[in-house]
């Protein structure tokens, strides 16, 4: 079967880094995506690592270790508007169908 | 219109009533999606079309029914709901054999069934 486990829930300061982890058990692997999701609104595209290492974009940086199954989401220099749900997702098929999600992280930046 | 839009944005129906949720996407992709999002549970694949046939139905109940009647239209039929499918029900869309597979997403529908 298909496993994505991530925190439920996360609090951080404004201006300050977090991270959000991801580990995953599945029965393929052909990349991982992370998506952010505002209350009430549709998920949006952040990032996708389908080799190791840590991909940077702008103040959001994603990681990833297949031997290890896990992937992690950071955020620097937090802003009130990146409290939303971030969701882990993987890619176990040769299509981009076959997409496992996560529970999702609620973050909630606080000032 | 850009991107995927759903319509209609919220619904509520009856256990009896028939019902469908319409989405259209303008970026010119070659494969559609349903996906259901209940609280405090994972996005849940529902149904799959690349190239207008469908190619993944994950066990999905009979009173949903999908129709893709081209790439840039696709609907969800409902009948005979039960009160455990009111969720937020969305549609997203991705470019089959491209360089990404990312998903674009279209806002949901959210659907309350009485």
């Known amino acids: 079967g298909q496993n994505i486990d991530q925190p439920t829930e996360m609090t951080a300061t404004e201006g300050a880094i977090v991270q959000i982890n991801c580990t995953y058990q599945t029965s393929g692997f052909n990349g991982l995506f992370w998506y952010q999701q505002h209350a009430g609104e549709a998920p949006t595209f952040l990032s996708y690592n389908v080799l190791d290492g840590l991909e940077e974009k702008g103040r959001f940086s994603s990681f990833l270790s297949r031997s290890k199954g896990y992937s992690y989401l950071l955020l620097k220099e937090l802003q009130m508007k990146d409290s939303a749900s971030y969701l882990c997702?993987?890619?176990?098929?040769?299509?981009?169908?076959?997409?496992?999600f996560g529970k999702g992280t609620k973050l909630s930046v606080i000032p | 219109e850009t991107g995927v839009t759903q319509t209609p944005r919220h619904l509520v129906m009856g256990m009896t009533n028939k019902k469908s949720l319409k989405c259209e996407q303008h970026?010119?992709?070659?494969?559609m999606y349903w996906y259901k999002q209940s609280a405090k549970k994972p996005l849940e694949l529902m149904f799959v079309y690349s190239l207008e046939e469908r190619v993944e139905n994950n066990s999905v109940p009979s009173r949903f029914s999908p129709e893709c009647p081209n790439s840039s239209h696709l609907f969800l039929h409902l009948h005979t709901l039960q009160p455990e499918d009111s969720a937020l029900y969305l549609c997203?869309?991705?470019?089959?054999?491209?360089?990404?597979?990312?998903?674009?997403f279209g806002p949901g529908t959210r659907l309350t069934v009485t």
């Open positions: 970026l010119g992709h070659n494969a």
């Open positions: 997702a993987v890619n176990s098929g040769a299509g981009s169908y076959q997409l496992t």
């Open positions: 997203a869309s991705s470019q089959e054999g491209g360089s990404s597979y990312e998903q674009y």
